[in-house]
């Protein structure tokens, strides 16, 4: 059974970056759409950028276009959430999501996902 566990979240600066990782284990996670998702207090969940595994294609939330970037290393069976010029809007709990079942766009699309990570805050704050 596929398990998740998301890394690199913190406190930053506006302006600031941070890298957030997700380990897959149990599983590789070369058949599985994957995908960032966070969630602020008061807001439901909304998906921040996914890939494709099979190919590559990513595809990405129209608040985080130009500034994020997803990656993936499949020697590590990990992804990755590269989070540049930071917003205190982007002040959330990030997590990590995998599917067999939903598309990538819809992973993003609809917030949904199968298996997920257990979650790890970010703050934007000066």
């Known amino acids: 059974q596929l398990q998740l566990v998301e890394s690199g979240g913190g406190l930053v600066q506006p302006g600031g970056s941070l890298r957030l990782s997700c380990a897959g284990s149990g599983r590789t996670l070369d058949a599985y759409n994957i995908g960032w998702f966070r969630q602020a207090p008061g807001k439901e969940r909304e998906g921040v950028s996914c890939i494709r595994w099979r190919d590559g294609t990513t595809y990405y939330g129209d608040s985080v276009k130009g500034r994020f970037t997803i990656s993936r290393d499949n020697a590590k069976n990990t992804f990755y959430l590269q989070m540049n010029s930071l917003k205190p809007d982007d002040t959330a709990v990030y997590y990590c999501?995998?599917?067999?079942?939903?598309?990538?766009?819809?992973?993003?699309?609809?917030?949904?996902?199968?298996?997920w990570g257990q979650g790890t805050q970010v703050t934007v704050s000066s």
């Open positions: 999501g995998a599917s067999l079942s939903f598309s990538a766009q819809t992973m993003c699309n609809s917030a949904v996902g199968s298996v």
